[in-house]
Nanobody, 125 residues
Framework: VQLQASGGGLVQAGDSLRLSCAAS????????MGWFRQAPGKEREFVAA????????SYSDPVKGRFTISGDNAKNTMSLQMSSLKPEDTAVYYC???????????????????WGQGTQVTVSS
């Protein structure tokens, strides 16, 4: 499975941005797809995830209410709509995919076997 992330950029605080992730190769409907981010000098952290079958979603507390994740099972794509962006959202955002990830494990990066190359999001104050 190959993942291609896109949509990053430079925005101002309060702006919105939409990230997309397309999966190619051998994929299955019971995949979970997620977004993680890593800011300079910090560890990679969970942002949001969705189970493509059933649509269960999970968000980290810092983004809850501002970010919305969506997925298209038929097209093997996932998007992250980010609103009310803050400077602390600045990071490289990575999309990830994993097979059979249970709901309680959506925030665990070790549950994802496939990772995209990352896309930079910079939010200026």
């Amino acid at each position: 499975v190959q993942l291609q992330a896109s949509g990053g950029g430079l925005v101002q605080a309060g702006d919105s941005l939409r990230l997309s992730c397309a999966a190619s190769g051998r994929t299955y409907s019971n995949y979970a797809m997620g977004w993680f981010r890593q800011a300079p000098g910090k560890e990679r952290e969970f942002v949001a995830a969705i189970r493509l079958r059933g649509g269960s979603k999970s968000y980290s507390d810092p983004v809850k209410g501002r970010f919305t994740i969506s997925g298209d099972n038929a097209k093997n794509t996932m998007s992250l709509q980010m609103s009310s962006l803050k400077p602390e959202d600045t990071a490289v955002y990575y999309c990830a995919a994993g097979l059979g990830v249970i709901l309680s494990n959506l925030d665990n990066p070790d549950a994802y076997a496939y990772w995209g190359q990352g896309t930079q999001v910079t939010v200026s104050s």
